[in-house]
């Protein structure tokens, strides 16, 4: 028999359904900055001003890394942060189930 999914799904079953509909996902923050640029006389650098852009943070073996994200891609990067937490929420949800679905096939154990 197929289930179909519903909070009574497997584990297993759930987060092979999930996980396709969260693409894109990332981890990190992405955050508004300005920047001075290098064209020299350029008068939005010089009333301070400047450039805004876009900045993403993650951490990259243990170390705190930054790139700059193209304004036009900042919708899609927005939506893979989200989808990143999403997955995060969905990970945690799956330890209690996955216990729920042993004690279930292996008759009622204690709850603790
Ligand atoms: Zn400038």
Same mark, same amino acid.
């Given at each position: 028999m197929r289930r179909s999914p !519903? +909070?009574? !799904?497997s584990p297993e079953a759930l987060f092979l359904q999930q996980i396709p509909k969260l693409w894109p996902a990332i981890k990190g923050s992405l955050a508004q900055v300005r920047k001075t640029c290098l064209? +020299?006389?350029?008068k939005a650098c010089a009333r301070g001003q400047k450039h805004p852009a876009f900045i993403l943070s993650f951490t990259r073996a243990g170390k705190r890394r930054c790139m700059y994200v193209p304004k036009d891609l900042v919708p899609l990067f927005e939506r893979a942060l989200q989808n990143g937490r999403q997955i995060e929420t969905l990970l945690y949800e799956l330890g209690p189930r996955l216990l729920q679905e042993h004690r279930q096939q292996r008759g009622s154990g204690p709850e603790i």
């Open positions: !519903s +909070p009574n !799904s064209r +020299p006389g350029c």
